[in-house]
């Protein structure tokens, strides 16, 4: 009698601790789950950061220089039309030149967040 009393009670306690260990074991998969969706909340924060600021300056390359040697153009321009003894199409084709680069800058700069997103993720 004693012996069966005792196998219930330690069935009952080897069943209390399975659970236990089952709930706890389930607690830490979430746990896991929860921290990894934090990470990948935190990846996706910073790539979009990182997005904004290479757009950011990917626009600033192509808006502001880009008007400056326009500008600066147009003043050799008239400054020829004044003096037409001047020789300045070679300084022209040397701004023009880098126009063509800075506006290359700018794409290349423009298409660095979809590169770098593609990179992390893959």
Known sequence: ???????????????FL??????QHHLIVQQQLEIERHLAAEQ????????????RTADDIHDRPLQELKLVMDDLELLQLDHSTIDIDATLD??????????LMSAIATQ?????TCTILN
Do not use: F
């Not at 196998?7 to 306690?13: A, P």
């Not at 996706?44 to 757009?55: E, F, G, M, R, V």
């Open 1 to 15: 009698m004693i012996l069966s009393l005792l196998t219930w009670m330690g069935s009952g306690v080897t069943a």
């Open 94 to 103: 040397k701004l023009e030149n880098i126009g063509y680069g800075t506006k």
């Open 112 to 116: 660095l967040p979809c590169l770098i």
């Open 18 to 23: 399975c659970t236990l260990v089952r709930r």
């Open 44 to 55: 996706a924060a910073a790539l979009s950061q990182a997005q904004k600021i290479l757009t």
